[in-house]
């Protein structure tokens, strides 16, 4: 036994000493804690990038207050343990403020960790409404709108627009397709004017979804919504249209991404999605674009530009509060203005940034248009 | 000449074997294709020179292959020995090792002590499965829904009664006993590798239900603000909170080591190294087969689930995306590289596998294949994992050198 | 009764695949009594070395079928030297090893190569080209089955059928009943069990990649994970059908992809693993070898 | 024609032979006797390559074939009927037959040797249709030693043929196996308990006790032998 607990010694001692955390006083930490590995990675590295191009700016003109932008990326996978020791970890290198966690689920596990070292906290992505409407987060925010707003939009889309009577709702079981697709049911319920016909989960990844597809017909529906992310609305397209379904597909801000287009093919056509309010005119929406596209040469990703919009507003909301203060800060965003790549946005009482919200897009000709 | 032949046939045919997917990337999104070629050379070179690597642990293994498993541990290196012999180096560095312990979470940041805490909950989880896997043979590769069960069980009673930690923890161990009974009595009557499987499929179900049942579970929304342990009376802040459940994880983990010994040197101990031997036998000489299976099955739960207890307050979120089959396999792999049987193994290898992946943050990308590879590496070079279960044996009699041929055949048959 | 048949028919389609897949674990599970964990990341790969092939192939113009033609069988080569590969440096050199040993080694080898293909490749869906084509007769009765599924269902049938021939009558047959059956006795009548384990990941790998490429092209879209989903499910097909025989994986297949498109169809899909793994506890639970598995003789 | 010249092999760590010296020749019938456990199974095994021998060499017709792989040996001419018989339970009579012949490919041949063991063995004949593992212990024996023959060997190794059956079979067993002796020239390395029987057929015995030979001599003198008796013997 005393031979054992002198190797543990050795172990213990070993990894414990390995990587401790160095924080310098001179340094504005933003922290960037989000998926940057696994299977959603595409959503939260664009975050980092955005991160890293207001960080630059600002450090070109000297930094805020005076003081240099570290931004200092932490990768959760979306997974709420390691959320949290994200968020720990950036407590621990004394981060200013921080802008993620990409999913919802992660975030909700985090939070309270922000919360008691009184960190601010604000997601470009994050879209269950709890996180706001609950007040139990007050160092939260978001530029990104609700997914009650976004299930209510796609059902009075498909119901007044597409004049839908009988609507199948569908959903990847997931935290965020399936909050999505409550909330649509409640608005298609409660709207009198139509009534879904389906509520069923499809499970991501299952070899192929023709029994779903066979089901949405046997129901009579005249339109589906669905709640999820890219690779299974394309995969249910795809199904429905091969099975002569011809039927409307609404779907959310997880499909509205080019990546859609291009996996469906011909098959995207047609099919619409509700996402973040165009911005495209804003004259900031550009100068992002610009300098992603010469910092990395590539088309910037998913909620890019949320991301650059919350990294504006925070580092915005210092300058203005003139200090990193927790409460100054908090007071700064709900009160001053700031103009972003989404629009001239502050936040409300809650954490929701006001002026921020969604449009209905369809797929015409391999790209996503607003739609009538 | 002969080895520089096969290193070189070795290396062609990797770069055969790796070229469309090493060197070509097609993106069928961007239309794009892009050629890597030195990739290609990059993997033959190494694939060169890893042949050469492999070929000598290869032959050192055959070499070492002949020792008696039965025997002692390998000898142990001249330092081990002199520290463990001079009580003068061995108190002080005891000593020090539990000074550190103890003061970790004041020596180290909130973060430090926070991932400690996560290992240790592996620890807890490993020293369960190590009961079902290790003790008493029987493969579970859905360890993690017991896990679930505890943390569910915490967070639920928490939201609808306001139970607290100290409530809930004693409670889920019997709820986490009961469900193991419960999906282990119809099961256990299948042998091997049907039981894995079988096992693996209720580990799914309970996920599943959870994700779904949204009305009893909040789906995959989760339950948030669950609270961290108090002490009688206070309520911690965020870092004393941390700080105090690091305490309750020690005791804790204290607690298991200190149950699963006395377990392992027990009557019921000894009837799942029987069983785990030879089930046949062990009916043969009277052990209660179905229920010592169930024991270890209902034990194994019991650690599971309490060990979700504290993962639960510790996140102060759940949800079911934290009890996947990955969590089961990294538990397995836990034990199994740590070495089947063996406490101080399946600690070290938490200790591994949890600390690692943590600190290797910089080189995120690549945790998971290394992680893959070396669990093919250890068990084709150290099977018996990290440190090799030492049982006491009881030297009754000097055993006889001949080993009679029904034996003979018995080991030959395993090869087969 | 329109309904029942559609969702007979997609369970039939999604059963197929299941078995193609299925065939590889229960015939290496037959001759070394090894769960081979990584089979579903062969159908992986086979999958994407088909994406890349086609892809390059595409760039020259040439037409559809062709390039089906040609990527088809470098799919299944490769598919097969990774088998081959994998048994090498993961499985052979534990022969003799503990049971749990090649458990993991095989659950590594998993890991690893989806993190491979992760790394080489990438992390996100890849649209997969319709390489099979559409046949003209099959759109009138596109609503209930096109002709992707079609192609599915009769190449499973076919190689199904040709297996079984195969292990019937051929010389590499017998030595592979042979073998599972005794290893030790075969070795006595002369059968070089290297050369038929290595034959068997071979053969195994191939079904595979040939059921990676049908239903890559079938649902249009592949990424690094699908083949642990897929390999679960077929190894869940194997085992309910009772692991080590062929005619098993086969039945095991389609009644795992029709329990699951009539529990879609007629209950949720909600529950629609559930009721697969529920089925296979049931199953198991009365039939502890399987549908068609041999209760295992108990050495003494 | 076989020769082991101090051979030692084991299990791991364990070992089982030390020093064995046995020489069969040609056409005889040569018979290794010894109590339970004194490594006769084992000599076969490592004869077969079953089992690695750690030093000494195993000779067939004066060439090494000591670390070769067992179907290499099996091909070379030497053919084993191990303990328990280890029928293939599913394939039919004839399918064992077939898997005995596996090394060889004269199909004419193969069908001549499956009559011939089809008139040697009649009832086996009668259950050629039947799986191997329905058979009774008896007849399992006679499909083993059927097989045997059908790989045509030079040398074939038996590993204790009456073990389990009837004296009535032990008898008619041992009665082909002489025949096939005679008939076809084959030489017979036959590994019994049932030292009694053995000895009455065989050429030369040796005795085994804890993996070493301690006797050796012509099997009339080896039944003579007054320690033999007493140990092996019963008398």
């Given at each position: ?372 | ?416 | ?300 | ?111 001549e040797d499956a009559e011939y063991v089809f008139n040697l063995f009649p009832i086996l004949a009668d259950r050629r249709h039947q799986a191997g593992g329905t058979l009774s212990g008896g007849e399992q024996q006679m499909l083993a030693i059927s097989r045997a023959i059908m790989a045509r060997p030079r040398l074939l190794l ?78």
């Open positions: 036994m005393i031979k054992k607990l002198t190797s543990a010694v050795a172990v213990a001692a070993g990894i414990g000493l390995i990587g401790i955390g160095v924080a310098q006083a001179d340094e504005i930490v933003f922290g960037v804690p989000g998926a940057h590995t696994g299977d959603l990675a595409s959503y939260g590295l664009p975050t980092i990038n955005a991160a890293k191009l207001v960080a630059d700016k600002y450090n070109a003109k000297g930094g805020v207050l005076g003081r240099m932008i570290k931004v200092v990326p932490q990768d959760d996978q979306c997974k709420p343990e390691l959320a949290v020791n994200a968020a720990m970890k950036l407590v621990s290198e004394e981060a200013t403020v921080a802008m993620g966690h990409i999913c919802s689920g992660a975030t909700k596990a985090a939070l309270p960790v922000y919360g008691d070292s009184k960190i601010v906290v604000m997601s470009p992505s994050a879209t269950n409404p709890p996180l706001t409407t609950s007040g139990d987060y007050p160092n939260f925010f978001r530029t990104i709108a609700r997914d009650d707003a976004q299930g209510q939009l796609a059902a009075s889309f498909t119901i007044e627009k597409l004049g839908a009577k009988k609507i199948a709702v569908i959903h990847d079981k997931g935290d965020y397709g399936k909050g999505f697709a409550e909330f649509a049911k409640a608005a298609v319920d409660g709207s009198g004017a139509a009534t879904s016909v389906l509520f069923e989960g499809v499970t991501p990844g299952a070899v192929d979804y023709s029994a779903v597809v066979q089901k949405v017909k046997h129901s009579g529906a005249d339109a589906v919504i669905f709640g999820g992310y890219h690779p299974e609305a394309s995969k249910i397209v795809m199904a429905m249209r091969k099975k002569n379904l011809k039927i409307p597909f609404v779907s959310d801000d997880g499909v509205k991404d080019p990546t859609f287009i291009k996996v469906a093919g011909v098959f995207a056509e047609g099919v619409f999605a509700t996402g973040p309010q165009d911005s495209s005119g804003n004259p900031l929406y550009a100068v992002a674009l610009a300098e992603h596209k010469k910092a990395f040469n590539a088309e910037p990703g998913a909620f890019f530009f949320n991301a650059y919009s919350a990294a504006l507003a925070l580092m915005n909301a210092i300058e203005k509060a003139g200090s990193t203060d927790y409460d100054k800060i908090v007071k700064a965003l709900k009160t001053e203005y700031v103009e972003t790549p989404v629009g001239k946005i502050k936040f409300d009482s809650i954490g929701d940034a006001e002026g921020v919200g969604f449009d209905v897009y369809m797929v015409a000709n391999g790209v996503f248009v607003q739609a009538e | 000449m002969q080895d520089l032949k096969k290193s070189l046939l070795t290396a062609a045919w990797f770069m055969f074997l790796t070229f469309p997917i090493m060197v070509i990337r097609v993106n069928t999104v961007e239309d794009t294709i892009e050629w890597r070629w030195h990739n290609l050379a990059l993997v033959g070179i190494s694939a060169f020179i890893l042949s050469y690597v492999w070929r000598y642990f290869m032959v050192r293994r055959e070499r070492g292959g002949g020792k008696p498993q039965t025997d002692a541990a390998p000898p142990t290196p001249a330092w081990v020995s002199i520290v463990i012999e001079d009580k003068r180096i061995l108190y002080p560095l005891l000593a020090a090792f539990t000074g550190f312990v103890a003061s970790f979470p004041f020596l180290f940041s909130m973060y430090q002590t926070n991932i400690m805490i996560s290992a240790m909950v592996f620890v807890m989880l490993g020293l369960g499965l190590n009961i079902v896997v290790g003790l008493a043979g029987l493969l579970d590769l859905g360890f993690v829904a017991f896990y679930a069960v505890g943390a569910y069980s915490y967070a639920l009673l928490n939201e609808h009664f306001g139970l607290g930690f100290w409530v809930v923890l004693p409670l889920s161990a019997i709820l986490g006993t009961f469900v193991g009974v419960l999906l282990g009595f119809p099961v256990l009557r299948l042998r091997g590798d049907y039981l894995a499987i079988v096992t693996l499929g209720f580990g799914e179900i309970i996920r599943l239900v959870l994700e779904n049942w949204g009305a009893f579970t909040h789906g995959p929304s989760g339950i948030a603000n669950i609270p961290r342990p108090g002490f009688l009376w206070i309520e911690f802040g965020l870092k004393d909170g941390i700080t105090f459940m690091y305490y309750v994880m020690i005791a804790l983990v204290l607690f298991t080591i200190l149950v699963v010994t006395r377990l392992k040197y027990s009557r019921i101990g000894r009837a799942w190294l029987a069983l785990r031997e030879d089930e046949i036998a062990c009916q043969a000489m009277g052990i209660d087969k179905t229920k010592t299976k169930l024991m270890a099955f209902a034990l194994g739960a019991t650690w599971a689930s309490m060990a979700g207890v504290v993962f639960a307050a510790k996140t102060s979120f759940v949800n079911p995306a934290s009890f996947t089959f990955m969590e089961s396999a990294i538990i397995l792999s836990i034990v199994v590289l740590g070495g089947m049987g063996s406490t101080l193994g399946v600690i070290c290898g938490a200790m591994i596998l949890i600390l690692l992946p943590e600190h290797l943050r910089a080189f995120a990308e690549y945790r998971m294949i290394i992680f893959g590879a070396t669990m093919v590496l250890f068990m084709v070079f150290r099977p018996q994992g990290l440190i090799r279960d030492r049982r006491r044996k009881h030297t009754l009699k000097k055993p006889d050198d001949t080993p009679v041929s029904g034996d003979a055949g018995k080991v030959v048959d395993a090869h087969g | 009764m329109e309904y029942f048949l559609e969702l007979f028919l997609g369970g039939l389609t999604r059963g197929s695949i299941y078995a193609l897949i299925a065939l590889g674990y229960t015939m290496v599970y037959g001759i070394i009594k090894l769960i081979n964990f990584a089979h579903g990341e062969i159908y992986m790969i086979g999958a994407f070395t088909a994406l890349i092939i086609s892809g390059v192939l595409a760039q020259f113009g040439l037409p559809g079928w062709s390039i089906l033609l040609m990527t088809l069988p470098i799919a299944v080569i490769y598919s097969s030297a990774y088998g081959f590969t994998i048994e090498k440096i993961a499985y052979r050199p534990l022969r003799g090893a503990p049971r749990l040993s090649p458990l993991i080694s095989a659950i590594g080898m998993s890991i690893f190569l989806q993190n491979y293909v992760l790394l080489a490749q990438t992390a996100d869906f890849l649209p997969f080209p319709a390489l099979l084509p559409e046949l003209a007769f099959m759109e009138g009765f596109s609503g209930i089955m096109n002709s992707s599924e079609l192609f599915i269902v009769l190449t499973a049938a076919a190689v199904m059928a040709g297996l079984t021939a195969y292990i019937k009558y051929t010389r590499m047959g017998k030595a592979m009943r042979a073998t599972s059956q005794n290893q030790r006795m075969a070795m006595l009548v002369g059968v070089n069990v290297d050369n038929v384990i290595s034959m068997t990941f071979v053969i195994g790998s191939a079904l595979a990649a040939v059921g990676g490429v049908l239903i890559a092209s079938h649902v249009g879209q592949i990424n690094f994970y699908i083949g642990f989903i897929a390999g679960i499910k077929a190894f869940t097909a194997a085992v309910l059908g009772g692991i080590g025989s062929v005619p098993g994986a086969m039945l095991g297949g389609l009644v795992l992809g029709w329990t699951e498109s009539f529990a879609t169809g007629y209950v949720s899909s909600d529950y629609e693993d559930v009721f697969a793994f529920a089925l296979l506890v049931l199953i198991l639970i009365f039939r502890p070898s399987g549908i068609l598995g041999k209760e295992e003789g108990h050495k003494v | 024609m076989l020769k082991l010249v101090d051979v030692h092999a084991g299990y791991g760590a364990i070992p089982v032979l030390r020093d064995v010296n046995i020489e069969v020749n040609e056409g005889e019938i040569i018979t290794l006797i010894g109590a339970n456990g004194a490594g006769k199974t084992t000599t076969l095994m490592a004869i077969c390559g079953l089992v690695r021998a750690r030093s000494g060499d195993i000779l067939l017709e004066g060439e090494s074939i000591c670390g070769l792989p067992t179907n290499r040996i099996v091909e070379m001419g030497v053919c084993q009927v191990p303990e328990g018989r280890l029928i293939f339970p599913d394939l039919t009579v004839t399918e064992n037959l077939d898997m005995g012949a596996f090394m060889r490919r004269d199909r004419k041949g193969i069908h038996l590993d204790e043929p009456s073990l389990g059956l009837a004296p009535l079979v032990i008898r008619q067993i041992f009665d082909i196996i002489v025949k096939i002796n005679r008939e076809s020239g084959t030489t017979i390395f036959l590994v019994e308990q049932n030292a009694n029987q053995a000895l009455k057929i065989a050429n030369r015995g040796y005795v085994m006790e804890n993996g070493v030979i301690t006797v050796t001599d012509a099997a009339d003198r080896l039944l003579a032998n007054e320690d033999v008796k007493k140990a092996y013997l019963g008398i």
